[in-house]
């Protein structure tokens, strides 16, 4: 049948005419095969007459476009990086932050062992607002605050990680290219696990090419790999000493040292050699004195190590160069809070929480400043307790603890009966004037065995205390002086054995105020059994509820929350305190957890 053309006209399907059609069909087709096998031929003479004479040097061309993982050349590892693969970090970094007090413990791992959660993420009852209430919305920038639950730190770069990202680190020296494909072949079973497989490849090219940096380095990042796996620290002191080795050998790239030495000083810490770790910090500060990041890092290595004045003079220097760095603003204004310099240290903490940068958003600086601006009378305290809450670091904006274990029941006042430890109770109550009685006679006869409060609680008057048990240790001198207390006390393991918490007496002074503050750990709750009590002027404020004692019976707190104390009576204050565990944590939990 015919088929109608574009334009309507009827098409015959004529014999003669379909040969025409099919033979012009074919000789278009044979043109167009042949053209293209010309073109073929002429490219592969091409290429081979640009390899045959150095046209191009096509290694320098690759790796110059193509270089992904910093070495100088294109590779497998460049290939993995632009298909989509994670480049490898060769330095990781880990800083170890510490509790809020005044001094910037840090708690060093001795060994590998499980801590329970710093930041206190279980859920709190719902409090009746406060005689000052509570803000709801917070005052400070969105770049402290983007959500209600936190994730992970700010993702803003400080000056320092844009420039290495526009710098790629060389790892390489000129020797360490030439056995690049045998650094790369140990490399890879490392990044695949293969760890021990790794370690006897890495071994093999450092006995190979002892003066080789990257192949040593390879090795001591085997040997800290295998230490965490192995959970060994005989292995990590390995690594911690193939690290120094590699810093100690010629031709060794500037890059490269600065991450074998990162690392090194970051494992020092973390096996407790804060010195070792700070004299590590020293010399890499010499050889990058520009890098104010180092500076930064050896300020901390002071603060772990109670060097607040050399920490000090570290900040000083920083912000004279880099007036705006975060880092050195927040910890500077912590070292400000701790010499009780409680409004200089303001607007330190508060502009570097603000920045947003790497290393504030800590708990201990949304502490220290809401502290320091409750004690100034700045309402807004309580924007920036919020604001740590929101970043996770408080359970709520009343409890502000920073060394919690999640899912504690969460409260500010207890009954006996809700603690589980009536009997306890019962007989702190029963026997309270033989308490009162040693009490008296250790504070009449030798009031020198009462020490000052020592943590800068107080706004005004004295405020003595007489330890017997700290830290779940009994103080054997202080109990000769009260052996029925002590003896009374021995049965009692949930308060003995509480390496959170003290057994102690506490006197305080007419005229004394004591700051709103709050204890360190949800691990523990707190009793105090009246002693001596005037009969007006004392009075205990947890949360927005305010009590006051009664001799002879037993209040019970939880010192997580906020509390705050006055004694505007006429005369002294006497009151047995007496740390107990918390009541749901396990025996397990209880025997682990770190002294506080």
């Known amino acids: 049948m015919g088929e109608t053309s574009v334009d309507g006209a009827k098409m015959t399907d ?11 069909k074919k000789t278009e087709g044979n043109s167009f095969f042949s053209w293209l096998l010309v073109l073929a031929l002429l490219g592969a003479w ?17 790796g110059g476009v193509y270089d992904a993982d910093g070495d100088g050349d294109f590779d497998v590892e460049d290939a993995k990086v632009l298909l989509g693969d994670t480049l490898y970090v060769s330095c990781k970094e880990s800083i170890s932050h510490s509790p809020h007090g005044s001094t910037y413990d840090a708690e060093p791992s001795l060994e590998f062992t499980t801590e329970e959660s710093r930041p206190a993420n279980q859920i709190s009852p719902e409090l009746p607002p406060a005689t000052q209430p509570v803000p709801t919305s917070v005052s400070t920038p969105e770049s402290i605050i983007e959500t209600t639950e936190f994730t992970e730190e700010p993702t803003v770069e400080s000056k320092e990680e844009k420039e290495a990202k526009k710098k790629k680190p060389k790892l390489l020296n000129k020797f360490d290219k030439t056995i690049k494909s045998e650094i790369n072949a140990a490399e890879k079973l490392r990044k695949k696990g293969k760890i021990e497989e790794s370690l006897h490849a890495f071994e093999a090219l450092v006995q190979k090419f002892p003066q080789s940096p990257r192949c040593r380095y390879g090795k001591a990042q085997a040997e800290d790999d295998l230490a965490e796996k192995m959970r060994s620290n005989e292995m990590l002191l390995k690594a911690v000493n193939s690290y120094r080795e590699v810093a100690e050998l010629p031709d060794v790239p500037h890059d490269l040292i600065k991450a074998t030495l990162k690392r090194r000083a970051d494992r020092q810490q973390f096996l407790g050699r804060t010195r070792g770790s700070l004299a590590t910090l020293e010399k890499l500060v010499q050889i990058f004195p520009e890098d104010v990041s180092l500076k930064n890092d050896l300020g901390v290595a002071h603060l772990l190590l109670g060097d607040n004045k050399s ?7 920083v912000l004279a160069r880099a007036p705006h760095d975060g880092f050195a603003k927040v910890h500077y204004g912590f070292i400000l809070k701790s010499e009780n310099k409680i409004a200089e240290s303001i607007p330190y903490l508060r502009e570097g929480l603000e920045t947003g940068e790497p290393g504030t958003d800590d708990g201990r600086f949304y502490f220290h400043l809401g502290d320091a601006l409750q004690r100034t009378g700045d309402k807004s305290a309580y924007d920036w307790y919020e604001a740590g809450h929101r970043r996770g670091h408080f359970a709520s904006v009343w409890q502000r603890s920073l060394y919690n274990v999640p899912g504690l029941r969460a409260q500010p006042w207890w009954t006996a009966e809700e603690t589980g430890y009536t009997v306890l109770v019962k007989m702190l109550e029963r026997n309270w004037l033989t308490i009162r009685d040693e009490a008296l006679s250790v504070l009449d006869g030798t009031s020198g065995q009462f020490s000052p409060e020592d943590e800068n609680l107080r706004e005004t008057g004295d405020w003595g205390q007489f330890t017997l048990w700290q830290q779940g240790r009994k103080v054997a001198d202080s109990c000769r002086h009260v052996p029925k207390t002590c003896g009374l006390l021995e049965r009692y393991p949930e308060a003995t054995s509480c390496k959170r918490g003290q057994i102690k007496f506490s006197v305080m002074q007419v005229g004394t ?16 059994l009246g002693l001596v009590i005037p009969s007006k002027g004392c009075r205990i404020r947890c949360t927005n509820q305010t009590r006051s004692w009664e001799e002879g019976k037993v209040l019970i707190f939880d010192d997580s929350f906020e509390h705050e104390v006055w004694q505007e009576a006429e005369s002294y204050r006497l009151i047995f305190i007496v740390d107990v565990w918390h009541p749901e944590l396990t025996q397990l939990q209880r025997q682990t957890l770190s002294p506080i």
């Open 14 to 24: 004529s014999p003669g005419g379909n040969a025409a059609i099919k033979s012009e």
């Open 46 to 62: 091409l290429s081979v007459g640009v390899m045959w004479f150095d046209l191009v040097d096509y290694n320098s061309a690759l």
């Open 311 to 317: 920490a000090k003079r570290i900040y000083e220097e």
């Open 513 to 528: 105020h004591v700051w709103p503050h709050t204890g360190p750990t949800n691990c523990r709750l707190r009793m105090h």
